[in-house]
């Protein structure tokens, strides 16, 4: 169920987490992440140079399913075609949907405090 569970190898999360991190200089400041074994929530703000949010996550997708097929001796589709997106616009959902980010790995009960899930990153600001 919820399956393939690629990202729970440390190395394809470090390949998703270091895609994330490049992207951010060039594209959109980055809030919050969590690289959960099956999916990935994250928070970011786009500068307004950025291309569109499909295109840059399109490079993302593309360049982490490559190294990661690459880590698995595999080929094929690594991502879900689909993904959720969600605009924030209330004041108040910022920090509503930060904390339910960070705390995605709590309510799984894989770790009782967000620190200590390795997946997870909290931008320096915040």
Same mark, same amino acid.
């Given at each position: 169920m919820n399956e393939p569970y690629w990202l729970r190898d440390e190395n %394809? +999360? #470090?390949i998703v987490s270091d895609s994330l991190h490049l992207l951010a200089q060039e !594209?959109?400041?980055l809030w919050v992440y969590c690289i959960m074994s099956n999916? *990935? &929530?994250l928070l970011i703000s786009f500068f307004p140079t950025a291309p569109r949010l499909y295109k840059v996550m399109q490079k993302h997708k593309s360049f982490t399913a490559h190294k990661g097929n690459k880590v698995l001796?595999? @080929?094929g589709q690594f991502w879900a &075609?689909? @993904?959720y997106d969600? *605009? *924030?616009r209330r004041d108040g959902e910022f920090g509503r949907i930060l904390a !339910? %980010?960070?705390n995605n790995p *709590? #309510? +799984?009960g894989l770790v009782e405090d967000w620190q200590a899930w390795q997946g997870s990153y909290l931008h320096p600001k915040l």
């Open positions: %394809i +999360a #470090k !594209y959109f400041d999916h *990935v &929530h001796q595999r @080929s &075609h689909e @993904s969600h *605009v *924030v !339910y %980010i960070l *709590v #309510k +799984a």
